[in-house]
């Protein structure tokens, strides 16, 4: 099994900055191939915002590209994604996704991040 916990949302202006983290722990931690984070906003679908593959290749969704940077470090078992330049379209809950070789797929509570205009 693994455990995800994501930390960092919170409410900032328009053009600020905010970093999510995603800490992971549980027995199967060492089978996860992708981790990433998804948002969902208010009556909107569950969309992909980036995902880092394990041999460090990252995607981005376009709206996201040039603003959000996600990274994994390993000896702290956490994701980071850090989001500059934000918009109030951004405003979604965010939540940390991991699927393993396995093909299981697992997810944080997510957290919520509010951008004012």
């Known amino acids: 099994q693994v455990q995800l916990v994501e930390s960092g949302g919170g409410l900032v202006q328009a053009g600020g900055s905010l970093r999510l983290s995603c800490a992971y722990s549980?027995?199967?931690?060492?089978?996860?191939?992708?981790m990433g984070w998804y948002r969902q906003a208010p009556g909107k679908q569950r969309e992909l915002v980036a995902q880092i593959i394990s041999g460090g290749n990252t995607n981005y969704a376009d709206s996201v590209k040039g603003r959000f940077t996600i990274s994994r470090d390993n000896a702290k078992n956490t994701v980071y994604l850090q989001m500059d330049s934000l918009k109030p379209e951004d405003t979604a809950v965010y939540y940390c996704?991991?699927?393993?070789?396995?093909?299981?797929?697992?997810w944080g509570q997510g957290t919520q991040v509010t951008v004012s205009s």
């Open positions: 549980g027995s199967s931690i060492f089978r996860i191939n992708v």
């Open positions: 996704n991991a699927e393993d070789v396995r093909s299981n797929t697992y």
